[in-house]
Structures are given as structure tokens and as C-alpha cells.
């Protein structure tokens, strides 16, 4: 399930944070794909633009997320917006992450984004020196949506890089293929297991607060018990002094009558 947030207004454009069901960032894997280009954005980063084989899984993905963010953007646009758009041009104005002509995908590598590059598997400190142009260099791409941005008469899914590994010998990616995608396998049990430990804390939480709660209404409870036991006690003794008292008045005024 994707969620498309309430958009928010920044310098340039109107941004809707998308996140799934648990309120997490969409992310995705993209293994072994090949670049068209890599050109710097001023004062951004780079756009990276990747050629995604048709019949893959991340292709379905990604049309997927597509439509499901476009026909909520539709369905919020009046409410967000006032515009009185119509439909087909809301769909005109749409800019789909996918170019399914190309079958590319542009996304960006933001220099305020902390992203981890490889090569080979060494950490590296920029991509500028990889030549994208070699036929042997393939990459394997961590992508995140950042949010659908909106801007005059267009908008779509803004992705960034969170992670890329680069290959520059194809024999490279088929040697490591298992392994990384078992680590892919053991990263997703890892979110779902922190996912299923966080929500069983937040109701042991609950739980023990519910718990604290009564113990004090009982505590409170044995107080007030304890008080008025006390204060019964206190009016017995004060009668009988009262009684005794009354004796002695009784005698005082005997007295005085012989």
C-alpha cells in the first residue's frame, strides 16, 4: 500500500511525502542495470538516468507506484489545490517515473543525500570518475521515493540514490548475484521483525500504563479506607471523653444542690 501525504509548500513547488502503510519511505531495490547518462544538476547533485529492462519486476513495480500515487493526486487535487482542474488534464500535467518509450528512469543523486557509492565493492567518494560510456559497467541501485513535487503544470515522484554499487566487469555481478540478494532478503526480515518488536513494545507499553493506572486508583482506594477507619476511631475516643465529661458536669451540679 503507498500513501500519499498532505502536500506541503516549499520555495519552488507543493511536495507530498509518499510512504507505505507503516509510514516508512518507499524504497527499492534495482539490481544489475546499465546508464544512459550521468550529468550534473548545479547546486543539486547528478541526474542519473538508467535503462530498466521491460519485463523485470522493478518495471512492474515502478508503473505500479506510478498509478496508484497519479489517481490519488487526482482524487486530492480539488482539495488540495481549488483548481477545477479536469481529469485528462491533471493525467497530461502527470510526469511518470518511468519513460516507457525508453524504457528509462531518471533519479536523482542529491549532494545533501548521505549516498554510499562502490565499486567492485570499495567505497568510493564521488561517481564522476566512473565512465558510464564503458559497455561493462552496470550498476545496482537502493532507490527511495523523496515525494511527488508539484510544480506550475507538471509533477511526479522525485527518487533519489540512497545506495549504488557499480560493476565494471559483468562476471563481477554474477558472482556476487546470491549473495546480494540474500542480503536484499535478510535486510526486508530485519525491517518487518524491528516492525513486529516495535509494535508488541508500544502494547506492553500500554499494558504496564493501564497496570500503573489501577494500582494507584487502588492505593488511593486503601487510603481513603484507611482515613476514614481513623478518623471513626478518633470520633470513639472523642465521645467517650465527651461521656466522661457529661459525668463529671452531672456530679459538679450534684453537688452543688446538697
Not at 558472482?175 to 513494545?201: F, G, K, P, V
Not at 465521645?239 to 459538679?252: A, G, P, R, T
Request: net charge negative.
Amino acid at each position: 500500500m503507498y500513501i500519499l501525504h498532505n502536500p506541503r509548500k516549499k520555495a519552488t513547488s507543493y511536495v507530498a511525502k509518499i510512504t507505505n502503510d507503516l509510514n516508512k519511505p518507499i524504497r527499492m531495490k534495482i539490481p544489475y542495470c546499465k546508464v544512459q547518462y550521468l550529468k550534473e544538476q548545479p547546486s543539486n547533485g547528478h541526474l542519473l538516468r538508467i535503462v530498466i529492462p521491460k519485463n523485470s519486476d522493478q518495471y512492474s513495480k515502478i508503473q505500479e507506484i506510478d498509478d496508484i500515487i497519479c489517481e490519488n493526486a487526482i482524487n486530492n487535487n480539488q482539495k488540495w489545490f481549488h483548481n477545477n482542474l479536469q481529469i485528462e488534464q491533471i493525467k497530461e500535467f502527470y510526469r511518470p517515473s518511468l519513460n516507457t518509450i525508453h524504457d528509462t528512469m531518471t533519479i536523482l543523486i542529491t549532494d545533501i543525500h548521505d549516498t554510499i557509492i562502490t565499486l567492485n565493492d570499495t567505497v568510493i567518494d564521488s561517481i564522476e570518475d566512473i565512465d558510464f560510456k564503458n559497455s561493462n559497467v552496470h550498476l545496482s541501485l537502493e532507490v527511495e521515493a523523496q515525494g511527488l513535487y508539484f510544480f506550475p503544470k507538471k509533477f511526479g515522484i522525485r527518487w533519489i540514490v540512497n545506495k549504488i554499487a557499480i560493476y565494471n566487469d559483468h562476471t563481477i555481478i554474477n558472482d556476487n548475484q546470491d549473495e546480494l540478494i540474500d542480503r536484499e532478503s535478510i535486510e526486508d526480515e530485519w525491517d518487518s521483525e524491528i516492525s513486529r518488536i516495535r509494535e508488541t513494545i508500544i502494547n506492553d507499553i500500554s499494558i504496564l500504563n493501564n497496570k500503573i493506572i489501577s494500582l494507584q486508583n487502588f492505593s488511593m482506594n486503601i487510603q481513603k479506607i484507611f482515613m476514614k477507619a481513623k478518623n471513626e476511631e478518633l470520633i470513639d475516643q472523642w465521645n467517650i471523653q465527651l461521656n466522661e465529661l457529661s459525668h463529671e458536669i452531672v456530679k459538679y451540679h450534684s453537688g452543688r444542690n446538697i
